[in-house]
């Protein structure tokens, strides 16, 4: 079978996110007793690329889930995202398509549910504007599991990450189409 092939090493090492889904099971996709793996690869295809707002989407995921479901498997579609700011604070929106990927959680346009809205996902995902998320974070998030109400708030700050002292000329040739292998 074909795999896509990255030129990051480190793609594959990072930790998987085991998640049942109740209602991939009720449709036919998989048996009972399993559940999806998403793979820090699948957030990279569904974004299109890797940065910062995927990994911390990505991780900021994975630490809440943990946090949530302890060493039980986390249930997609059973867990509710509210972003503290619009959908265009900072990075809030790909964040978001990320969360969605792994959670299930979507907002307006999600699966409205079987039968009267069992395995609903729509208005999972919510952004709160009269709220800011903390002042040196990227976004911080609310997930609360659906079953027992247990919440946790996350905040992703990605001030420690080093940049790259090249961006700064090489972004804008790359944006621009004018950017080549060589520089």
């Not at 911390?56 to 509710?80: N, W």
């Not at 969360?99 to 409205?112: C, D, M, N, P, R």
């Amino acid at each position: 079978m074909e795999q896509t092939k990255f030129n990051k090493s480190f793609f594959d090492s990072v930790e998987t996110i085991r998640i049942k889904d109740p209602l991939a099971i009720t449709l036919g996709a998989m048996d009972k007793n399993e559940a999806f793996v998403f793979t820090y690869t699948d957030a990279v295809k569904f974004a299109g690329h890797s940065c910062p707002a995927v990994s911390g989407a990505y991780k900021l995921t994975l630490l809440a889930l943990k946090s949530l479901y302890g060493s039980e498997v986390p249930v997609r579609g059973q867990i509710k995202v509210t972003f503290k700011g619009g959908i265009d604070y900072k990075v809030n929106g790909p964040i978001s398509q990320v969360v969605t990927l792994i959670t299930g959680a979507a907002g307006e346009s999600g699966f409205k549910g079987l039968g009267g809205g069992r395995y609903n996902r729509h208005n999972l995902l919510s952004f709160n504007e009269t709220q800011q998320a903390k002042e040196d974070a990227v976004c911080t998030v609310v997930f609360e599991r659906m079953d027992n109400n247990k919440k946790i708030e996350i905040s992703y700050s990605n001030y420690m990450l080093p940049a790259n002292p090249k961006m700064g000329d090489l972004m804008p040739l790359a944006v621009t189409g004018k950017g080549s292998d060589a520089r």
